[in-house]
């Protein structure tokens, strides 16, 4: 393998002939590039089908409340359904088991007033575990807990963006602010996966908005994590017995689809596990098609090769070259040229994944890239069909008799 005359012969070999190696590498750095570009992609889909569900935890369920358009046990169409607490205290006790986290939630659109910095936020009412329904992570100061919501305390916590255009690069902890002529303590600061648009959500105690706003005990909607020892058909069936049941309780048809409303993350990720199966599965199949073309084209070239060396290989032998030092030559030379070619074109194909990565955006592809042991993977499937596709025409035209090679057209 080290011998520096076998090399000097390959390099020179290579050198004579650079269209037959040209076209040697492009076969196998094209048919790298394409499978990288496509796996690269691939895994860009799949990235974006996961940020859609990074800003929440991927095992809840939300609930809430519309207007009916079914009349049903003497209610008239267009009722307005309404949680209140009793709601909130049913779930917990009779699915307590089933609920990991459950939190209700009020919303309303609310002017926030810092010195002479002033902006509109959505302020929610919510209960200590929502953080982790939004998988919220604290990066100062604390979350609501259940000593705000027993005494109703005037506290809130910001998202990180409301810091930022509020207070600049100035620390809010401790800090107050007018939330509609009511004076609020900043408790807390929150950051979220879900980027700028759920950092500029302001979170207080529900039972002190439902104070401060005299709501009668009113909620807009319930955010509950499921047991994630659940499957996804349990956690499925779990949601549907919920909302049958608050139907049921708040005299709504079965067959209303918006008096209550449920999104239950295990339907999603039901459908986007198959869907990401599914892509998978193609993007396996191309892949492997661009890979087989590959296989091929290294192939009858290398037959091509050795069948064009044939007078070559019988003068070697006639000077004295033994069948295995030419066939070991010619393995050596389809190596090198499928090894330095799918390296080439492996890094070809990440940089066109690097350069056009943000214009990708647009079309639901983030982040494309691809993993190093799948290309590596890749290369040496080519690098083995090279091997192959040398040795079997290369012994075969080694054991030809120097007369006969020299005689061959």
Do not use: C
């Amino acid at each position: 393998m080290f011998d520096l005359d076998r090399w000097r012969e390959i390099f020179q070999s290579i050198g004579k002939n650079k269209l037959r190696s040209a076209l040697s590498g492009f076969t196998v750095a094209f048919a790298i590039l394409l499978f990288t570009l496509l796996f690269g992609m691939g895994n860009g889909l799949q990235n974006t089908f996961k940020n859609e569900f990074a800003k929440d935890a991927m095992n809840s369920i939300y609930i809430w409340s519309n207007y009916t358009t079914i009349a049903y046990k003497g209610n008239q169409i267009g009722r307005r359904v309404q949680f209140k607490n009793d709601d909130f205290t049913f779930l917990k006790e009779t699915y307590g088991d089933k609920i990991q986290t459950i939190s209700p939630k009020i919303q309303r659109s609310s002017e926030v007033v810092y010195k002479s910095e002033k902006d509109t936020y959505s302020v929610r009412g919510v209960y200590p575990d929502y953080y982790v329904l939004e998988s919220a992570e604290m990066m100062d100061g604390r979350f609501l807990n259940f000593r705000d919501i027993n005494e109703k305390n005037k506290v809130v916590v910001i998202g990180r963006m409301v810091e930022k255009d509020l207070f600049g690069q100035l620390s809010a902890l401790g800090k107050q602010i007018n939330i509609e002529g009511i004076i609020y303590q900043i408790i807390g600061v929150f950051s979220d996966p879900g980027g700028d648009s759920d950092e500029r959500y302001i979170y207080t105690p529900f039972t002190t908005m439902q104070t401060m706003y005299g709501n009668n005990g009113y909620l807009d909607e319930f955010g509950i994590t499921y047991n994630p020892d659940l499957s996804i058909d349990e956690a499925i069936a779990f949601g549907n017995k919920m909302l049958r049941e608050l139907k049921e309780k708040h005299n709504v048809s079965p067959n209303d689809q918006r008096g209550i409303g449920l999104n239950n993350y295990a339907t999603n990720n039901k459908e986007v596990s198959g869907i990401m199966g599914g892509l998978s599965i193609l993007i396996l199949v191309i892949g492997f098609g661009t890979l087989k073309a590959g296989v091929v084209g290294i192939s009858n070239i290398m037959v091509y090769i050795v069948k064009e060396r044939t007078k070559e290989l019988g003068i070697r032998k006639a000077v004295g070259a033994t069948p295995n030092a030419i066939v070991a030559m010619i393995i050596q030379e389809a190596v090198f040229i499928t090894a330095i070619s799918g390296y080439l074109g492996l890094i070809i194909g990440v940089g066109i994944l690097e350069l056009a990565g943000p214009s990708l955006e647009k079309y639901f592809i983030l982040n494309p890239g691809v993993s190093q042991p799948v290309v590596i993977g890749a290369t040496l499937t080519l690098i083995i069909a090279g091997l192959i596709a040398g040795y079997l025409p290369a012994k075969k035209a080694a054991s030809i008799k120097p007369v006969v090679a020299l005689n061959s057209d």
